[in-house]
């Protein structure tokens, strides 16, 4: 059997494409340079069309001039597009292949109208077009990135997260602003932005007046975009992105930093309201900073500990298992838990109970969630084991906690 590293892009496409299928209605297009649609698994090139009128074809190919990162392209209607790049010995872009679009909500008819509308569909051609429309495949934003990077494994090699991925929304406008929107000073946005950035990578918990004086200069990633809630989405994914390559370049091992920015991108994604969105920004935020902290002051524990502390770091929402932390270092699960105390001091169930209530702190101070939720999200069982566990090792009760640090 062929290994798939040995696959050519065309084989490796092939199996994407087949994999994909699996799923139900899909579309992959390659482009040449020139936006000439080179093939497609569409039987028809209605979406094509959709995909040149909404603009986005013309930007896909100004984008390939200069970038070559893993692209996200949308539209209002709820749309996206995924854009990966064939380069060849030289570096320079030959082919753009693109996956979609996928819906991230059903489509209703009065969405589908506008669409059609702004596509400019021939009268004769609407009720095959709206067929069409109604087929697209619905998928949580959370599949599309985790297939696009599918996609852009196949075409490229590169193994990349969520946070690397460029997003780009046909209605954003970076030059621009609303009519009712004040002017920015950039110059204060950017010095604000280079401090909570600074923060980071220092881990310093010190960051409260750094974050409140960037909300007073910011307004967020500059948009056209009138749907307030979009808006905080997009300006939310940025700031996660920009704060775990400060949380890498402050000493957080990339698989750490892109696992707890992947997951932060598919959690603000799915959210329902702008408080949700800024509440997950606080939360990531005051994470980041909290785990670098203690990446930079921990001992100097060996890589098979450290290995340890960064799993148990980016999986405290989930049961985690000596065995499975055992075999990923290659120890014995008896050796393990000798060392592991011999470095940090403590068993790994106490640094697991430690690094949940660490973990408990941050959503007790960024967010309403409730103390019942926030003992089921950490694992704890019960609310009355959550809180005898918060008291005893922080010394009051979680929700004396959240009165006396609340910073949102």
Same mark, same amino acid.
Request: hydrophobic fraction near 40%.
């Given at each position: ?11 490796? @496409? ?285 001992? @100097? ?34 050796? @393990? ?72």
């Amino acid at each position: 059997m062929q290994k798939f590293h040995e696959m050519t892009i065309d084989e490796k @496409l092939a199996c994407f494409s087949e994999l994909m299928s699996c799923g139900g209605d899909f579309n992959l297009s390659t482009y040449d340079t020139q936006g000439n649609l080179i093939a497609s698994t569409a039987s028809s090139r209605a979406l094509h069309k959709l995909f040149e009128a909404a603009g986005l074809l013309e930007y896909l190919l100004k984008y390939s001039k200069n970038h070559k990162e893993l692209l996200i392209l949308s539209i209002a209607q709820g749309l996206l597009w995924a854009a990966s790049f064939e380069t060849d010995s030289d570096d320079n872009v030959t082919f753009i292949h693109v996956y979609g679009p996928v819906a991230t909500m059903d489509l209703t008819a009065e969405t589908i109208a506008v669409m059609i509308n702004n596509s400019k569909i021939t009268e004769s051609w609407r009720p095959k077009f709206r067929k069409i429309l109604r087929q697209i495949p619905v998928v949580m934003s959370s599949v599309l990135f985790q297939q696009a990077i599918m996609l852009n494994y196949c075409v490229t090699g590169e193994k990349v997260g969520v946070a690397d991925m460029v997003f780009y929304s046909v209605n954003s406008s970076r030059d621009s602003a609303a009519p009712d929107m004040p002017k920015r000073d950039r110059i204060q946005t950017y010095m604000a932005e280079q401090e909570l950035l600074r923060m980071v990578r220092e881990g310093n918990l010190f960051y409260k007046k750094a974050l409140e004086h960037a909300a007073s200069v910011s307004l967020g990633v500059g948009s056209g975009d009138e749907n307030a809630l979009r808006h905080a989405i997009t300006s939310q994914v940025v700031f996660i992105s920009l704060c775990t390559r400060a949380a890498i370049e402050g000493g957080l091992s990339p698989e750490t930093a892109y696992t707890k920015g992947d997951a932060y991108i598919s959690d603000v994604m799915q959210c329902r309201s702008v408080t949700d969105a800024a509440q997950i920004g606080h939360t990531m935020y005051a994470d980041f900073i909290q785990t670098v902290h203690n990446r930079r002051n921990a001992n @100097l524990f060996s890589p098979a500990v450290q290995s340890c502390c960064d799993y148990i770091d980016t999986h405290l929402e989930s049961a985690i298992e000596l065995e499975k932390l055992a075999r990923r270092v290659g120890y014995s699960e008896y050796y @393990l838990s000798r060392k592991f105390k011999t470095e940090t001091g403590m068993s790994i169930n106490e640094y697991i109970r430690e690094a949940r209530i660490n973990r408990a702190k941050i959503l007790l101070a960024t967010t309403e969630m409730s103390i019942q939720n926030i003992s089921d999200r950490l694992c704890f069982g019960n609310r009355s084991f959550f809180a005898d566990t918060f008291r005893k090792i922080v010394g009051t009760p979680p929700a004396e906690y959240r009165n006396q640090n609340r910073k949102l």
